[in-house]
């Protein structure tokens, strides 16, 4: 037991509520990051695209899914990591921790298919690059969906830890 730990009654629990909210906030970070690297890599396409005669069409479809991935980067980046950050302590519900652990697994993985598209979308051919960019369209929106049922599930630890209160 720390020091601060001894003399201040409730120190424990507001440090762990703290490093709990900074893992949070890592994992967004390092999740946000890898998006980047993957909106850079299109950014990479959209450049080749532009250097090609009558690919217009081609740049304004790839063009159309970058600013849907820069607004899920932000929103992951800035998402709200708990209202109370109570989450841990006398009485938690470990289920809904664990919810939580589960639902970042997904996360991470919806990151990595996203990676995966923009891989996909720099190996397609002029012909196959407009379904190559919906499905990558298409997985964005997943992870944009899956960062509300988050929120969610943020909500409801809140409300949890609340009660406790």
């Known amino acids: 037991m720390g020091f601060w730990d001894k003399i201040l009654p409730g120190y424990k629990g507001y440090r762990e509520r703290e490093e709990s909210r900074n893992t949070d906030k890592a994992l967004r970070d390092y999740l946000a990051g890898r998006l980047r690297r993957a909106r850079d890599g299109w950014e990479e396409v959209k450049l080749e695209l532009s250097r090609k005669p009558g690919a217009l069409e081609l740049l304004g479809i790839a063009d159309r899914g970058t600013g ?3 607004r899920v980067i932000e929103r992951l980046a800035h998402a709200n990591y708990g209202i109370s950050g109570n989450w841990f302590g006398p009485g938690v519900d470990a289920r809904l921790l664990e919810r939580l652990r589960a639902h970042d697994e997904l996360l991470a993985n919806e990151v990595a298919r996203i990676e995966a598209a923009v891989s996909e979308l720099g190996r397609a ?8 960019s919906r499905e990558l369209e298409r997985r964005i929106g997943e992870l944009d ?3 509300d049922e988050r929120e969610t599930i943020l909500r409801t630890l809140d409300g ?3 009660e406790r209160a």
């Open 68 to 70: 849907k991935l820069a």
């Open 145 to 147: 969906g899956k960062l």
């Open 160 to 162: 949890a830890a609340l």
């Open 125 to 132: 051919d002029e012909e196959a690059l407009p379904a190559a």
